[in-house]
């Protein structure tokens, strides 16, 4: 067998395995236990039609497997975090927001699974971290342009207000997961973008 045919199958043991844990989450999502805690690595495995020894080979436990797992929706939230950059700023940021949580809402069972995974794994910390610090610049970057323009008034440093937002953001999807309001908490997150960036909420 040829060192990328071996590739190739190990890509799809791994692709299985993953798919097998993000079914298993959907299919827990609406139920009393639905932690990271009660899945074992042997149901996955099971479905996944590989074995226990080959999830260990790609994971070293399931809070890594869902890291790995997250990885899509890192992605959508990165498009929904992406600044749109026409229109009014309400409607800019409205869409903004919208579209971050829209992904959330798409990925629920996953955020939730990343909670518990983040509560017990300092990669899985460190990874969360990472991604969040990453829309940090491009955040600042908006809000500099905004106050050279005239559009918005200037203030503390842009980047400290970028990381203060997208906390609150991550906050506040937080929240959602423990079965807060969508539309409440929305439209806050809205509102303070909009008055800690333009210092109103209409322009």
Known sequence: MS?????????????????????????RAGLD??????INIAEISRRAGVTRSAFYFYFENKQAAVAALMEEMYEAIATG??????????GRITA???GLFDA??????LFRAMLDARATSAAV???WDSDRLSFVAPVAAMISAERASGRAPNGAD?????????????RMLERLAHGGDRAAIQ??????????IYGRTER
């Not at 959330?104 to 069972?109: C, K, L, Q």
């Not at 439209?187 to 800690?196: D, K, M, P, Q, S």
Request: proline share 1%.
């Open 3 to 27: 060192t990328q045919t071996r590739a190739h199958r190990g890509d799809q043991r791994r692709a299985a395995l993953l798919g097998s844990l993000d079914e298993i989450l959907r299919e």
């Open 33 to 38: 236990d639905s932690s990271l805690d009660s």
């Open 125 to 127: 910390r460190e990874l």
């Open 158 to 170: 842009a980047t400290a207000v970028a990381s203060v937002l997208l906390e609150l953001n991550d």
């Open 187 to 196: 439209e806050a997150v809205i509102e303070i973008w909009l008055r800690t």
């Open 81 to 90: 975090n992406r600044l749109r950059t026409d229109g009014t700023p309400t």
């Open 96 to 98: 903004t927001i919208v």
């Open 104 to 109: 959330w809402e798409a990925h629920r069972h």
